[in-house]
C-alpha cells in the first residue's frame, strides 16, 4: 500500500486512500475472483484497480459509502475482464511447453525442426520462449508492433506444431 499512498499529493488523498484500500480490497478481490478463477490473477486485477483508482481519488472523497463501494468493484472486475480477454487472445495457439527446450544447446540437439520454420517465425519463438523477452521487447527487437508480433507468433507457433504433428506422424 505504501507504493500506492506514495504516488498521491496530499495527506487528505492518502487517507482517502488507505481507507478505501483497507475496506473494500477483499470486496475487490472477491469480485475479481468470480470472474478469472485464480488467485494470482485475481491479486492482478485488484492491483491494476487500485492503480486507476489512484487517478481518480480526488473526485472521490465526496462520495457516499454506497456509490463508492459499487465503484472500486466495478473497476476490480473491469480489470479482471481486461485480463480474462488479454488471456484469451494468447491462447488462442498455445504450446505445451514439454515440447519445447529453452537453452541453446538443448536447440542444437531438440527433436524440434526449428531449422525449419521461416527465419522470422524461428526469430519470434527465439525470442519469446528461448530468451524469455516480453511481447514488447521482442516487438521492438523485430520492429513489430507488438499486435503484430502477437498474430507472428501466433502464426509460428501453429507452423511449428504443424510440422512437430507431421513429423510425429512420421515415427
Do not use: W
Amino acid at each position: 500500500m505504501l507504493i500506492y499512498t506514495q504516488m498521491l499529493n496530499s495527506n487528505e488523498e492518502r487517507t482517502l486512500f488507505e481507507n478505501i484500500y483497507v475496506k473494500y480490497r477483499n470486496a475487490m478481490y472477491f469480485a475479481a475472483f468470480d470472474i478469472l478463477r485464480h488467485e494470482e490473477d485475481a491479486e492482478d486485477a485488484v492491483h491494476q484497480a487500485f492503480l486507476s483508482i489512484l487517478k481518480h481519488t480526488r473526485k472521490l472523497k465526496d462520495s457516499q459509502e454506497k456509490s463508492l463501494c459499487a465503484f472500486v468493484v466495478t473497476v476490480a472486475q473491469n480489470k479482471a475482464i481486461d485480463i480474462l480477454r488479454a488471456k484469451a487472445r494468447r491462447n488462442e495457439t498455445e504450446l505445451d511447453d514439454s515440447r519445447f527446450h529453452t537453452t541453446d544447446q538443448a536447440m542444437e540437439t531438440s527433436p524440434i525442426p526449428l531449422a525449419r520454420l521461416e527465419p522470422h517465425y524461428r526469430q519470434v519463438l527465439i525470442l519469446r520462449y528461448v530468451y524469455g523477452y516480453s511481447v514488447k521487447e521482442s516487438a521492438d527487437i523485430m520492429s513489430l508492433s507488438p499486435t503484430a508480433l502477437r498474430k507472428l507468433t501466433e502464426r509460428a507457433k501453429k507452423k511449428l506444431l504443424s510440422i512437430i504433428d507431421e513429423k510425429e506422424g512420421h515415427l
